[in-house]
């Protein structure tokens, strides 16, 4: 396996007030239209597979994906951050013999994202760097851990992303993207409802839920 498409779904959706995952974009449910996005990206690199974390107990959501080429993944009950989901998913692929060359950590919950984002930034990956998008002078999600320090997330599993990039911040490079949907993610129904609606450009877009240049807060919650 060259590159791993993690993407973390396990959240309860809080903020939201019901399974956000399930909300449907252009008739389609919100991951699915995330994973279908993986997907096409996967099809345009080599030896890429994608994971999917999702809740310990989580059938609705598994039955739905078993048609899907994706490995579904189940994370421990409690915490469901974005660290335990990360780590848990970067165990998993160290336990199956897999050594990828980088994991590309996606949201559930931006399902906006362009495939040739995810490219990008996989085919500018390295072994021993962090690669972050960056669009408008703010960083965004997907982000590509490189090999070098995958081991290590195990022991940041109840961290987020923004303290994996400062322990690591000699290793974080930014990555220019024209993609204005890696900084939208959809918490709130008012972030759903502002998503579904294209602005005068086609762009659909989720309000930021953000300070700027910091990425943005763990998936799903």
């Not at 498409?5 to 252009?26: M, T």
């Not at 950590?105 to 690669?131: K, N, W, Y």
Request: glycine fraction near 6%.
């Amino acid at each position: 396996m060259e590159y791993s498409i993690v993407v973390l779904a396990a959240g309860y959706s809080h903020r939201f007030g019901s399974d956000k995952r399930l909300a449907s974009i252009q008739g389609e449910p919100m991951l699915l239209r995330t994973l279908q996005t993986a997907l096409e990206a996967a099809s345009a690199l080599e030896d890429t597979e994608i994971q999917v974390v999702l809740r310990a107990r989580d059938p609705v959501i598994a039955n739905g994906l078993k048609k899907m080429p994706v490995q579904v993944l189940h994370a421990p009950v409690w915490p469901v951050g974005i660290g335990t989901s990360l780590a848990f998913a970067v165990e998993t692929l160290q336990r199956s013999g897999a050594n990828p060359k980088a994991v590309l950590v996606c949201m559930g919950d931006m399902p906006f994202v362009e495939p040739e984002t995810l490219v990008s930034i996989l085919q500018a990956a390295r072994e021993d760097r962090i690669h972050v998008p960056v669009c408008a002078g703010t960083r965004g999600y997907p982000i590509a851990i490189g090999r070098k320090y995958l081991s290590a997330l195990s022991r940041l599993r109840n961290t987020g992303m923004e303290k994996v990039l400062r322990i690591f911040a000699d290793a974080v490079v930014d990555i220019e993207v024209s993609d204005p949907a890696i900084n939208c993610d959809i918490n709130r129904p008012d972030d759903f409802h502002a998503a579904v609606r294209q602005d005068l450009f086609g762009k659909i877009f989720a309000s930021p839920d953000k300070v700027a240049g910091e990425p943005l807060p763990s998936p799903l919650e």
